[in-house]
């Protein structure tokens, strides 16, 4: 038996370079280089290959030919196993940083199914674990680092990003599309990306889940940081428009393109991700990407808003003037479609497509809603022939304007309530219930203020004619409320003024 040793000793010290001494404390050795763990841990496989070959012949050739009593081969694992314990404990003495801390879970984990499929031995043979529990706590030292390192490296992207966003002292980059970006999620995701494969690598699903939720943070804090500088710098722009640098428009266009790509990016990261865990694992993690993907997403319809507030501001002291005397006079209107025109050459030109028809909705919706609002402006007046053709006309003008942006039923529907509030202005006095009623079913939320400001503002209509079409509308609408219909909301809701 004592031969049998020295042959498993001499085995041993060729496999790992030196011999075995149970009774050394591995933490009393010389501490390892991080070049000499780095060096160690790339050829661990070759060391588990080689224990598992040793081992095989072990259990093929010599283990037969002793009693089973003996316990021959039970021996031998034995002996190998601590031998590689001896050599893990020694590594774990070393300089560990977080690629080490993976490498160590990694090959730990494989070495245990390798050997027990290898050898069909049971797991309660390879006692000590070659991390002694560890597993759990190197775990989180290793979240640690990746929490430490994510922060910093995302805290100095984001002031750089921000600096040249609030100062914009040149435009933003273009893709190979030609559409303005950032650098912020190429080189936010290039980090993200690392750390979640070296995570997959380690071939640990819970450590891919919270390697994950510590992006996860990361991506929250970034949508937190973007949504308040967005707004500053809005606040910015209409509070100090004579001190605030050129260019904040272009910026918000490349901001809105890069959150999402940003969103595609962390549905590529959640396939990659999941492929490596079991399903138990998969579920947090698609619940977990799911809304950060969201934030993305609500960061880039922000902008969108932002976008359409920004044309907005242009635009409304014209709006201002709708219905008044110099509506008459000139055709106003005109202006508000050439600049919306400006303002979507600009979009088109380097706005992601569905961002931009995005942005261009807004602008449908803001322009029908605010020009149902004018009907309340300060001096407006409706004379006839003369309100009704221009009403026409400026429907006519942003019809054209917007179906060369968008699909032709969506402008229709959003000025279809024009066309029937000019025909609210256009009806005689004795058939105006008609057109009203019509326009009721239409559009149950009508308010019966709205069409009373009307009737007011009509100089064919005196107040007498007012009167009695009121009382006959309103007990219209009182004997139709029971129907439950004039719950449903619609563009007549969204105004502010009625």
Not at 458 to 471: A, G, L, P, T
Request: glycine letters at 4%.
């Amino acid at each position: 038996m004592d031969r049998l040793s020295r042959a498993i000793d001499y085995r041993i010290e060729v496999i790992f370079g030196q011999p075995l001494d149970s009774t050394k404390d591995p933490t009393s050795e010389p501490a390892l280089s991080t070049e000499q763990v780095d060096e160690a841990l790339a050829s661990f496989g070759d060391v588990t290959e080689n224990v598992v070959h040793n081992l095989a012949l072990a259990q093929k050739f010599i283990a037969p030919c002793f009693p089973p009593e003996y316990n021959i081969f039970p021996f031998f694992v034995s002996r190998f196993h601590q031998a590689m314990f001896k050599h893990t404990q020694r590594l774990l003495q070393g300089s560990v940083d977080g690629g080490i801390i993976l490498d160590l879970l990694r090959v730990s984990q494989e070495y245990n199914i390798t050997v027990c499929q290898s050898l069909g031995i049971p797991q309660e043979w390879l006692e000590p674990k070659l991390l002694q529990g560890k597993d759990e706590a190197l775990i989180q030292e290793y979240l640690s680092i990746v929490r430490r390192k994510l922060r910093e490296w995302m805290d100095n992207l984001m002031v750089t990003e921000t600096q040249e966003f609030t100062s914009r002292t040149k435009p933003p980059e273009l893709d190979a599309d030609g559409l303005y970006c950032l650098q912020a999620s190429v080189i936010m995701f290039q980090i993200v990306n690392e750390q979640v494969d070296l995570a997959c690598e380690a071939n640990r699903g819970r450590l891919v889940l919270d390697v994950v939720g510590e992006c996860q943070t990361i991506f929250r804090s970034t949508q937190q940081q973007w949504k308040q500088l967005i707004n500053s710098e809005y606040r910015r722009q209409v509070t100090q428009p004579d001190d605030v640098p050129a260019g904040l428009v272009d910026y918000i266009i490349a901001l809105a393109n890069d959150q999402l790509r940003s969103a595609e990016h962390t549905e590529n990261v959640l396939q990659r991700a999941c492929e490596t865990v079991n399903r138990s694992h998969q579920d947090r993690l698609q619940a977990d990407l799911t809304a950060s993907m969201d934030g993305f997403l609500a960061i880039a319809q922000l902008c969108c808003t932002t976008l359409a507030q920004i044309v907005y501001n242009d635009v409304t002291p014209v709006f201002q003037q709708l219905f008044t005397p110099a509506w008459y006079k000139e055709d106003i209107m005109q202006a508000v479609v050439l600049t919306l025109q400006d303002y979507t050459s600009d979009f088109r030109g380097h706005l992601n497509g569905f961002l931009c028809d995005k942005v261009i909705k807004d602008l449908l919706e803001w322009y029908s809603i605010n020009y149902l609002d004018s009907v309340h402006n300060k001096h407006a007046r409706f004379t006839r022939p003369a309100s009704v053709e221009k009403f026409k006309s400026d429907i006519q003008a942003a019809e054209e304007y917007f179906k060369s942006c968008l699909a032709p039923e969506v402008v229709d529907e959003w000025l279809q309530p024009l066309r029937q509030t000019c025909a609210l202005i256009e009806s005689s006095p004795t058939l105006i219930f008609l057109d009203f009623y019509s326009m009721k079913k239409q559009y149950p939320d009508l308010p019966l203020s709205f069409v009373k400001d009307i009737l007011q503002k009509r100089e064919d209509v005196d107040k007498s004619q007012v009167k009695e079409i009121m009382e006959t509308l309103t007990s219209k609408v009182k004997n139709d409320a029971s129907t439950g219909l004039h719950n449903r909301q619609t563009i007549f809701s969204k105004l502010s003024n009625y």
